[in-house]
């Protein structure tokens, strides 16, 4: 893999890299109306409405709408399919609820939305390999190309699959992927197994005794459990999970009282935060601790406490074949030094881990940064256009290499 002077404009190995420069500017115009338009989890009326066309403009074999709510599938065959095999291709399409705080021309025609995660590119980037496989066909099978909606918390892969996804396009392998401004231009990284983790939503409603602050002794004061709790829950991770087994208890929110009430003890207080884990037995310890916990803190202060433990997102993990032959594919691109295949997994979540549980596959992270970018959800965050031939490249090359044209 080359790049120019600081890495303005990448290189990488390959005919489908070659093919889709090509048409690079076009991609460009693309993500960035994507970026100046941004929509919700089953809003993106108008990304898909944008994606069919270009998958009609591309030449796609066949164009399937509505799985999912707003979802988008296309197929595109390739000049043989006597394998019979079919391979799934993954990018999601929806925005976050956050103002956007750049100046550029593309920035978000919308108020207190925007793309600040890249999900505009990842779109673009399947868009360009669509158009490049539909071009050439150098592959014995069926490539499905899926526009995701509801990745940010709508478990929008949930909805497709629940909605006969892999029933009407039984891929036996699907692939997906993320920009990752920790990494810098050119390089992929993804690991043999977890690469994100579970994300679980942690409710814990403590109920007291309302009283007078001059005479607590009269009260059961949810707060004052409420303060041990968050304290005692750290306790979970650090003397019950093993150090080699990743974990985090993170409570974030709590309500109680009233701020114009200052001599008011509420009767009751409500935490609400996250756990996230790697494998389900940390999962289930966790939440079998943390609910015996809460429940015997209260019981000491003289309070009651109930613990709604609710599971979002499962772990996004790699099965192990299909991380080392994405990582191969990627080698065969960009060369060794820029394939990272040992990659720290992230204690955030994705929801094509839904995917991933009912298909084998790999999430892999595609490097748009380096020093000083912006890191996703930021306000002032952009996608690198620079990345957009090498991320359709490889999406098209994981489908070249896995079903092969049978030699003439």
């Not at 399937?64 to 979802?71: A, D, L, M, N, R």
């Not at 079919?86 to 750049?102: C, H, I, P």
């Not at 526009?147 to 006969?164: S, T």
């Not at 994405?326 to 960009?334: C, F, K, P, R």
């Amino acid at each position: 893999m080359l790049a120019t002077a600081g890495g303005a404009r990448l290189k990488a190995n390959g005919r489908a890299f070659a093919h889709i420069a090509r048409f690079h500017p076009e991609l460009t115009a693309f993500r960035r109306d994507l970026h100046a338009h941004p929509e919700l989890g089953f809003e993106e009326v108008y990304t898909a409405s944008r994606v069919v066309e270009a998958l009609r403009v591309c030449g796609v074999d066949e164009i399937h709408q509505g799985i999912g709510k707003t979802g988008v599938v296309g197929v595109i065959r390739g000049r043989q399919t006597n394998s019979g095999r079919l391979l799934g291709l993954r990018a999601d399409m929806d925005a976050l609820t956050m103002a956007e705080d750049n100046e550029f021309a593309w920035k978000s025609a919308k108020n207190g939305m925007m793309h600040g995660c890249g999900h505009d590119g990842h779109t673009a980037m399947l868009v360009g390999a669509a158009r490049y496989l539909a071009d050439t066909r150098n592959f014995d099978g069926t490539a499905v190309v899926i526009f995701q909606p509801g990745e940010e918390g709508f478990a929008g892969a949930k909805a497709m699959i629940e909605d006969g996804l892999f029933d009407r396009f039984p891929v036996e392998a699907v692939y997906g992927m993320h920009n990752w401004p920790g990494l810098k231009p050119g390089a992929i990284g993804l690991n043999p197994g977890p690469m994100m983790a579970a994300a679980d939503k942690v409710t814990i409603e403590i109920t007291g005794k309302g009283g007078h602050g001059a005479h607590p002794y009269l009260a059961v004061d949810p707060v004052l459990v409420a303060a041990h709790i968050i304290t005692s829950a750290q306790s979970i991770v650090s003397r019950n999970v093993r150090p080699i087994d990743g974990a985090v208890v993170s409570l974030c929110a709590m309500q109680a009282g009233d701020v114009h009430a200052m001599s008011v003890i509420p009767g009751k207080a409500v935490l609400v935060g996250t756990v996230r884990t790697f494998t389900s037995d940390v999962q289930e310890l966790v939440e079998r601790r943390l609910t015996e916990l809460c429940s015997a803190i209260a019981l000491g202060f003289g309070a009651t406490a109930s613990v709604k433990y609710e599971r979002v997102y499962p772990a996004t993990t790699n099965s192990a074949a299909e991380a080392e032959f994405a990582a191969d594919v990627a080698e065969s691109l960009v060369g060794a030094d820029h394939v990272v295949r040992d990659l720290e997994p992230s204690m955030g979540a994705e929801d094509f881990s839904f995917m991933l549980q009912v298909k084998p596959g790999a999430y892999l992270r595609i490097g748009q940064g380096g020093e000083g970018s912006c890191m996703l959800h930021n306000p002032r965050y952009d996608f690198n256009d620079d990345i957009l031939p090498l991320g359709s490249a490889l999406n098209a090359s994981l489908v070249e290499q896995a079903l092969p044209l049978a030699a003439a």
